[in-house]
């Protein structure tokens, strides 16, 4: 299988990343896809042809092998990280329909196309709740479906056409638990980056939202009249007849 594909696309990505996004295709890059390509498919290679069962039974090795093992561990982990990527895609999809929009428009209608504000914070946002979700779900299938993260020596098996209990034998089962629980401890560091650019995604969105409301508060005021504070003050310094303290006003 070939990765240059999914690698350009998280390249793309990453010039319109935060902080934490980075480090994210930083783990992404080294922990995961490159231990994918270079041990992960070796370690499995032919899976089938690795296991074996005391039973000459016709069909009786084939029929255990996908009774413990459905799906391929190592399919289901390069599915993974393929449904975690795709999400990146909206991302460069939204900044190319800026970029097309500015073109249409003949004008500069944003001050930075790759800033995440607007309909490109929510694009964001919803590819980081997506990805986290992926990742959740992912993790408790492959719980569920091979009951753990641990490879076994040996495999009872009783399913027919197997004439009695047969005892079958894993391929380099200590190998491939160590690859799993990489995996696994891989995603759960990816899940709590994503929480994090999430919070700070908020977080930001929020104090920008804070920073508008006292200028739009001093905006009322442009019309020729005094904010009340400032006509407050100037009664202080009035020292005639006229116009005594702010305390006598107020008694009146």
Known sequence: MSWSLLRDVLSGVNQYSTVVGRIWLSVMFLFRVLVYVVAAERVWGDEQKEFTCNSEQPGCENVCFDYFFPVSQARLWALQLIMVSTPSLLVVMHVGYRERREKKHHKKLYKDKGDIDGGLWWTYFFSLVFKTGVELGSLLIFNWMFHG???????????SPCPNTVDCFVGRPTEKTVFLYCMATTSSLCILLNICEMSYLVVKHCSKYCEKIPSKKVQKFKCGCEPP????????????????????????
């Not at 504070?229 to 009146?252: C, E, P, R, W």
Request: charged fraction near 25%.
């Open 229 to 252: 504070q400032l006509k407050y003050d100037h009664l202080k310094t009035f020292k005639n007849g006229t116009a005594k303290s702010v305390a006598s006003i107020h008694s009146m």
């Open 149 to 159: 993260f641990s490879v076994p020596r040996l495999l009872k098996c009783e399913t």
